[in-house]
């Protein structure tokens, strides 16, 4: 069936508008990518109007990573993106797991319970308090360990287990297996696109830590990387927040508009490799999401 | 003596139900010791870091001192809160934050369903699946960097849309600094970075049209556009209006991140929020007490706006969220 001239230019136009949109998504990010490697020199003759560069130059890179600060923060974020996110994924699924099991006793008021706190939220200073009496201030695990799981995260979690076919379990039970061998042996291999999914979002979550770290960290020594992105982009001369604001660059240049392109590139870099693999598990994680509920 | 015979027997079957109910119990906590060890951790989270901050909101109606601790330090009443609404930041906050919050849900909230909409017409796969990747990708990225961005594109001296407009022949605008400016610089943030990410949703809703129905409305002659507005979006209606509901929910709820981000003295009359004003007098300034109780408030308000937003939710036969 030949398609008619009205549907036609409705595609022509659909194809148009979406192709914009697309271009103003990606416009930014690929600005961001051309200033960081244009030549310092180059970027201030052209009054920073450069859609690519003449002179391509690694200039900003080899300075970031001369610098024992950036560095520095980017193994913290590295650590907390690592090693929070495995914790972050364990302590959940266990969970998870235990509330799936109906005769649990106690299920139902500790679910009851989990509920209720994502209802009720005590705003910032109450947990503050908690992590300080802890004695986690400028710990780094005081940026993991207050958001070590969520409830949300606990509830999709654990509506995933109670999908498994509950066969599955019986048959392993019959060969003898104990509930924990169930959890390790059946469901978590069973659930590993979920565990994608809440893993990419921990991950992400893990890497973008800024406020936990504006909150609990006064000490220029941990702070995760996007404090010092912040100190770097945020112009400091108005900014007003912040303890930790200031401090950072005052023992360095200030860093010049390449330099800066350069640390969000390095910054988004992660999430760009990983994003392609897990794109299908995340659409997969929101639909668990908003479906089940 | 029959009837106490009798009643003692009564007694004695009571108690030893209890008793076998508290043996089972015991028995089935024996049973299932390793699932308690498994979510035992879980379990701790949520008490250390959910409950005892809950409780720990009672120092809203203390004056906390660190050294005192929350057992011992005074009781004020509603002396903070009083202080509180009695301030004229009250006002301030209030309003920025509806305004921010209105502002997202006239000018964003629409934006998703129409990029769904669109993509949805797109028969080329491969060309869809390319749009989907990229609109979805600023979510992913953190306010730190959306700010650095925002910095580099709008800057007043050198960010490049200043510089085309002076090409052009324009005045350059000071689109960081400027208060009338603030609240639409945040509404078209939030667009850049969520509307792709708001597809996901409403997307599987409409994947759940049935074909039939466009099937029969082609052979009706409707084209295209009468299709997606007698079919596709009476069909999704349901799933707007659920999202809408609990948009209304949350709406005390705004980027708390992004303003903290992107306020400056410039703009501190109409960026400043709840969030901001507890973070500023709590943790900058140590007023614990006081902080708490404007952070308390919020909560609450937030707490009945969600609950409502929920039961009206399930007025419309979708399952809610709780």
Redesign the interface.
């Known amino acids: 069936m030949k398609e008619?001239l009205?549907?036609r230019l409705?595609?022509t136009c659909?194809?148009g508008?979406?192709?914009i949109?697309?271009a103003?998504?990606?416009f930014?990010?690929y600005?961001?990518f051309v200033?960081s490697f244009t030549d310092p020199h180059e970027f201030a003759d052209k009054?920073?109007?450069i859609l690519f560069p003449v002179h391509w130059s690694t200039s900003a890179y080899d300075y970031l990573f001369s610098t024992s600060a950036f560095l520095k923060a980017t193994g913290v974020s590295t650590f907390l993106a690592t090693v929070g996110t495995a914790l972050s994924l364990?302590?959940?699924s266990?969970?998870a797991?235990?509330?799936s099991?109906k005769?649990?006793?106690g299920r139902r008021f500790?679910l009851i319970?989990?509920?209720l706190?994502?209802?009720?939220?005590?705003?910032?200073?109450?947990?503050?308090?908690?992590v300080?009496e802890l004695g986690l201030i400028n710990s780094v695990w005081s940026l993991i360990?207050?958001v070590?799981?969520s409830?949300w995260y606990?509830i999709l979690m654990k509506s995933f287990f109670d999908n498994i076919p509950v066969e599955l379990e019986e048959a392993a039970m019959i060969d003898g297996s104990?509930?924990?061998g169930t959890?390790f042996r059946i469901v978590l291999p069973l659930s590993a696109p979920a565990l994608a999914a809440f893993g990419l979002f921990y991950a992400?979550a893990y890497?973008?830590t800024?406020?936990t770290a504006?909150?609990y960290i006064n000490d220029f020594a941990k702070v995760p990387l996007?404090i010092v992105?912040?100190n770097?982009?945020?112009?400091s001369s108005?900014?007003?927040?912040g303890?930790t604001a200031v401090e950072m660059v005052s023992d360095q240049q200030i860093p010049t508009?390449t330099i800066?392109?350069a640390a969000?590139v390095i910054?988004?870099l992660p999430?760009?490799c990983v994003?392609?693999f897990l794109?299908k598990h995340?659409?997969k994680g929101?639909?668990l999401g908003?479906?089940k509920? | 003596m029959a009837v106490d015979a009798q009643t003692a027997k009564l007694n004695r079957t009571a108690d030893s139900g209890e008793n076998t109910a508290r043996k089972r119990?015991w028995l089935?906590?024996r049973r299932?010791k390793?699932?308690?060890l498994?979510?035992l951790?879980?379990?701790l989270?949520?008490i250390?870091?959910?409950?005892?901050?809950?409780w720990?909101?009672i120092?809203a109606f203390q004056d906390y001192s660190?050294y005192m601790g929350m057992l011992h330090s005074q009781w004020v009443g509603l002396e903070h809160f009083v202080r509180f609404f009695s301030n004229p930041d009250f006002a301030l906050l209030f309003r920025n934050t509806m305004m921010i919050s209105l502002l997202n849900l006239i000018f964003f909230f629409p934006l998703p369903i129409l990029?769904s909409l669109?993509?949805n017409?797109?028969?080329q796969r491969a060309?869809k699946r390319?749009?989907q990747?990229?609109?979805?990708?600023?979510h992913?990225?953190?306010?730190?960097?959306i700010?650095?961005?925002t910095?580099?594109?709008l800057s007043q001296s050198?960010?490049?849309v200043n510089?085309?407009l002076e090409?052009a022949g324009f005045h350059p605008i000071d689109f960081?600094?400027n208060k009338n400016l603030f609240w639409v610089l945040l509404t078209l943030q939030n667009i850049?970075k969520e509307t792709?990410w708001g597809t996901?949703?409403i997307l599987?809703a409409i994947t759940a049209v049935d074909p039939q129905l466009y099937e029969a409305a082609k052979i009706d002659g409707a084209?295209?556009?009468r299709q997606t507005w007698h079919i596709t979006l009476p069909a999704i209606r349901n799933v707007i209006i659920v999202l809408l509901i609990l948009r209304l929910g949350s709406i005390m709820d705004v980027g708390?991140?992004q303003i903290?981000?992107m306020?400056?003295?410039?703009v501190?009359d109409v960026a400043d929020v709840f969030?901001?004003y507890?973070?500023?007098n709590?943790?900058?300034n140590g007023q614990?007490s006081y902080?708490?109780a404007?952070?308390?408030f919020?909560?609450v308000i937030?707490?009945v706006l969600?609950?409502l937003a929920n039961r009206l939710a399930k007025k419309f036969g979708e399952?809610?969220?709780?």
């Open positions: 008619s009205g549907s409705f595609n659909n194809y508008v979406l192709g949109i697309g103003i998504t990606l930014p990010l600005y961001v200033v009054n920073g109007f364990m302590v959940t266990a969970i797991f235990g509330l099991r005769r649990l006793r500790i319970g989990i509920v706190t994502l209802l009720f939220n005590p705003g910032f200073i109450p947990p503050y308090l908690v300080r360990v207050p070590l799981t409830g606990v104990t509930d924990l959890f992400v890497w973008n800024f406020f504006v909150l996007q992105l912040r770097m982009l945020v112009d108005t900014s007003t927040g303890a508009q800066k392109m969000v910054s988004t999430i760009l994003y392609p794109q995340f659409t929101v639909m908003s479906v509920g | 119990l089935d906590v299932d390793y699932l308690y498994l979510i951790p879980g379990v989270y949520f250390m870091f959910k409950y005892i901050p809950m720990g909101v120092i660190p990029l669109l993509l017409e797109v028969a060309f390319t749009i990747s990229i609109v979805y990708l600023p992913f990225l953190s306010w730190v960097i700010a650095g961005i910095f580099l594109l050198s960010g490049i510089m085309l090409k960081l600094t850049w792709g996901i949703i599987a084209n295209r556009l708390f991140e903290f981000l306020m400056n003295g410039a501190t969030e901001t507890v973070y500023r709590g943790i900058q614990f902080s708490t404007v952070g308390l919020k909560s937030g707490l969600v609950v399952e809610g969220v709780f």
